[in-house]
C-alpha cells in the first residue's frame, strides 16, 4: 500500500509568517476560551466541587487527541488539518462533512460567544443590546484577518497573553486567600467549601458525567492549533512544543483556576449568570479585580472570535482545494490572503449577530451543546484518521521516520473515541441539549444529500485540485 502523498490533495498557496511565539500562543489561547469564563458556571452547579475532576478526565483525553494531530501536522502540514485528514485518510465525505461542518460550527460558536461578550459589556452598561457589541466585535475581527497572518498572529498572541496573566495572577491570588487569607482580611479561606456544601460529589458520579458536555466546550479550539500549520515557520520545531505544553496548560489554566473558584466560594451560591470568575472576586470584596478579570474574559471571546475567523476561512480555503467547495474559496490575493474565504466567514459571523438580536436569552445554552457536535466531529476523526496514517506508514516500513510521534498508539486513540462518545451520550441525556442533537442528525443529512450531488454518486471519484490560485488585485 502506498502512503498518501498530500502533495496529491492540496497545493497551497499562503505564506508561512506565524513565528514560533505565535504558534505557542495560539496553542494557549486555543485552551483558553469563553467555556472557562463563562459556561464553566453551568459545570460547576451540575458536578459540584468534584468538576475538578472531570477537567482532568478531559485534559488526559484532549492530550491524546492533540498528539495524534500533532503528529500528522508535522508530516504533512496544511491549513486543512483535521479537515483534509478525514478526506485523505478515512473518506471524501468525512472530509466533505467535516469542512461544511465548520459552517454550521462557525455560526453556533461565534453565537455563543459573541452572546457571552454582550452579557460581559452589560457589567459596565446593563442596557447596551447584545447584538450591537456583537457586530462591533465581528467588524474589527474582521480586519485583523483581511491584512495577513502575521496581523492575525500579532493579534492572537497579545490577547493570549492577557489571558495567561491574568489567570496565572488570579490562581496565585486566590492560593494566597485559601492558605493564608490575603485578601480576606487576615483570615484564610481554607478548603471547607470543597465539603460543606453536599460534599465532593453532591451529585454523584452521574452530575461528574454529565458536566462533560460543557467541559468539552471549555476545550474547543484546542484542535485549531493544527490549522496554522500551514502557515507555520519551521513546522517540525514549533509544533511539537506547543502540543507537548497542551497538557500541562490544560492542567494549570482549567485545573487549577477551577480548583482555586470552587474552593474560594461555595459552589451552590453560583447563579450561572456572567462569569463566575467576576462573581468570585466580586462577592469577596474586590470589586477592582471584579471589573479587571471581566475586562479579561471580554479579551478570551475577542480571542476566540479571531481565531473564529482565521481557522474557518482556512477550513473553506483548503476545502475548496480539496474539491469539496467552490472553486473562489481556494483563491488568494497579492498579500497571500484567502480573502474570499474570509470574506464568507465574516458573512456567516453577522448571521451569528442576527441570532443574538433575535433571541438573545436562549443563544448561549442551545448553541454552545451544537458546538459540542461539531467538537466531537472534529475530535473522531483526528482520532481515527491518525489510526489510519500510522497504519499506512507502519505498513511501507515508514514508522521509524515519523518525527513526532504520539505516545500509547493505538490505545490512546480507542480512549480518546470512549471519551467523544461519553459526551455525545450526555448531550442526549440532558433535555436542555437534546435538541442539538437532532439540529446536528438534520445537519447531516442535509450535508449527505449535497455531497451526493456535488459528487454526482461517484464514490470513487478522486479529484485533483489545481495549484492555489491568486486572484487579480493592485500591487502594493
Known amino acids: 500500500m502506498a502512503s498518501v502523498n498530500p502533495e496529491a490533495y492540496e497545493k497551497e498557496n499562503l505564506k508561512r509568517d506565524l513565528k514560533s511565539r505565535h504558534i505557542q500562543m495560539i496553542a494557549i489561547g486555543g485552551a483558553i476560551g469563553t467555556g472557562l469564563f463563562y459556561g464553566s458556571g453551568w459545570a460547576v452547579r451540575t458536578a459540584g466541587p468534584a468538576i475538578i475532576l472531570t477537567y482532568v478526565v478531559a485534559s488526559v483525553a484532549i492530550y491524546f487527541i492533540m498528539r495524534a494531530l500533532g503528529e500528522m501536522s508535522v508530516e504533512e502540514p496544511v491549513s486543512g488539518a483535521y479537515i483534509s485528514y478525514s478526506n485523505r485518510y478515512i473518506h471524501r465525505f468525512a472530509g466533505f462533512l467535516n469542512g461544511w461542518n465548520a459552517f454550521v460550527f462557525l455560526l453556533a460558536t461565534s453565537a455563543a460567544e459573541l452572546n457571552a461578550l454582550g452579557h460581559y459589556a452589560q457589567y459596565w452598561f446593563p442596557q447596551l443590546p447584545i447584538w450591537v457589541t456583537a457586530a462591533v466585535a465581528v467588524t474589527v475581527m474582521f480586519v485583523v484577518n483581511i491584512i495577513g497572518v502575521k496581523v492575525y498572529g500579532e493579534a492572537e498572541f497579545w490577547f493570549a497573553v492577557i489571558k495567561v496573566v491574568a489567570i496565572v495572577a488570579m490562581i496565585l491570588f486566590g492560593v494566597a486567600m485559601i492558605v493564608f487569607g490575603v485578601g480576606n482580611h487576615g483570615h484564610p479561606v481554607g478548603f471547607g467549601n470543597l465539603m460543606d456544601h453536599g460534599g465532593f460529589f453532591p451529585h454523584g458520579l452521574s452530575g461528574v458525567v454529565l458536566a462533560m458536555v460543557m467541559v468539552a466546550f471549555s476545550f474547543g479550539g484546542v484542535e485549531n492549533l493544527g490549522l496554522a500549520a500551514g502557515e507555520a515557520k519551521d513546522i517540525a520545531k514549533t509544533m511539537p512544543k506547543a502540543v507537548n505544553a497542551t497538557f500541562w496548560r490544560l492542567l494549570i489554566f482549567y485545573v487549577g483556576a477551577i480548583t482555586v473558584l470552587v474552593t474560594l466560594f461555595p459552589w451552590t451560591d453560583l447563579t450561572g449568570e456572567g462569569s463566575p470568575f467576576v462573581t468570585v472576586f466580586t462577592k469577596i470584596g474586590i470589586p477592582a479585580a471584579a471589573t479587571i478579570m471581566n475586562l479579561v474574559v471580554i479579551t478570551a471571546v475577542l480571542s476566540a472570535v479571531n481565531a473564529s475567523v482565521f481557522t474557518n476561512s482556512r477550513t473553506f480555503y483548503n476545502l475548496s482545494l480539496q474539491g469539496n467547495a467552490p472553486a473562489f474559496l481556494g483563491t488568494v490575493n497579492q498579500r497571500n490572503v484567502p480573502s474570499k474565504a474570509i470574506t464568507l466567514v465574516f458573512v456567516t459571523v453577522f448571521g451569528s449577530v442576527l441570532l443574538n438580536a433575535l433571541m438573545p436569552e436562549q443563544v448561549f445554552s442551545i448553541?454552545?451543546?451544537?458546538?459540542?457536535?461539531?467538537?466531537?466531529?472534529?475530535?473522531?476523526?483526528?482520532?481515527?484518521?491518525?489510526?489510519?496514517?500510522?497504519?499506512?506508514?507502519?505498513?511501507?516500513?515508514?514508522?521509524?521516520?515519523?518525527?513526532?510521534?504520539?505516545?500509547?498508539?493505538?490505545?490512546?486513540?480507542?480512549?480518546?473515541?470512549?471519551?467523544?462518545?461519553?459526551?455525545?451520550?450526555?448531550?442526549?441525556?440532558?433535555?436542555?441539549?437534546?435538541?442539538?442533537?437532532?439540529?446536528?442528525?438534520?445537519?447531516?443529512?442535509?450535508?449527505?444529500?449535497?455531497?451526493?450531488?456535488?459528487?454526482?454518486?461517484?464514490?470513487?471519484?478522486?479529484?485533483?485540485?489545481?495549484?492555489?490560485?491568486?486572484?487579480?488585485?493592485?500591487?502594493?
Open 367 to 476: 448553541f454552545s451543546s451544537v458546538t459540542v457536535y461539531g467538537l466531537a466531529c472534529a475530535w473522531a476523526s483526528i482520532a481515527i484518521s491518525h489510526l489510519r496514517f500510522r497504519r499506512i506508514r507502519i505498513q511501507n516500513g515508514q514508522e521509524n521516520q515519523i518525527r513526532y510521534r504520539a505516545p500509547f498508539y493505538p490505545y490512546a486513540n480507542y480512549l480518546s473515541l470512549v471519551f467523544v462518545a461519553a459526551v455525545m451520550v450526555c448531550i442526549a441525556i440532558l433535555p436542555d441539549m437534546r435538541t442539538s442533537l437532532y439540529v446536528s442528525g438534520s445537519w447531516v443529512l442535509v450535508v449527505f444529500i449535497a455531497y451526493k450531488i456535488h459528487t454526482r454518486g461517484g464514490e470513487n471519484q478522486k479529484t485533483q485540485p489545481e495549484p492555489a490560485r491568486v486572484e487579480s488585485a493592485p500591487v502594493e
